[in-house]
């Protein structure tokens, strides 16, 4: 009996362990306040000059993510942006992040409206990558929760652009 219980205890922790959070392959980082809750244990950039600087000089991509604190759908994408471990690794691994509060002077960041949530993604080269789009002909670069396997597919494609261009 004991022998049992401590069977299924062990199997209940690697279970856990395996379908938990996300954690980098560095081991679980401090959360950062710049994640604002949309990925603790990603690293973000401070500003925007910042993450094009990281970006060149790791030739990663960049994505930029333009929200607000209070917009609903801000706080709908970000639960489920947040909770999806194969985007979060992704983008831990393969990207240089951004989110923004505010709109940036840079104009091309914003080339169909200023709208939120917005999710743009830029070349180390700093060309923007007008061509990862969201679904919606209103709001190219606009995604909504039920949109996250659209993000992730776009996600790739970013990374995948990046690397049969170079």
Known sequence: ??????????????????????????GKRIPQTLSRGWGDQLIWSQTYEEALYW??????PLMVLFHLE?????????KVFAEDNELQKLLDE??????????????HLSPDGQYVPRIIFVDPSMTVRADVTGRYANRMYAYEPNDIKLLIS???KAKKLLKSEL
Do not use: Q
């Open 1 to 26: 009996m004991i022998k049992t219980s401590m069977s299924l205890l062990l199997v209940l922790v690697a279970v856990s362990l395996t379908f938990g959070k996300y954690t980098p392959k560095t």
């Open 154 to 156: 776009n996600v790739k």
């Open 55 to 60: 970006a060149r000089s790791r030739n990663k």
């Open 70 to 78: 209070d917009c609903p759908h801000s706080l709908a994408l970000k």
């Open 94 to 107: 393969d990207f240089i992040v951004l989110n923004l509060m505010y709109e940036t002077t840079d104009k």
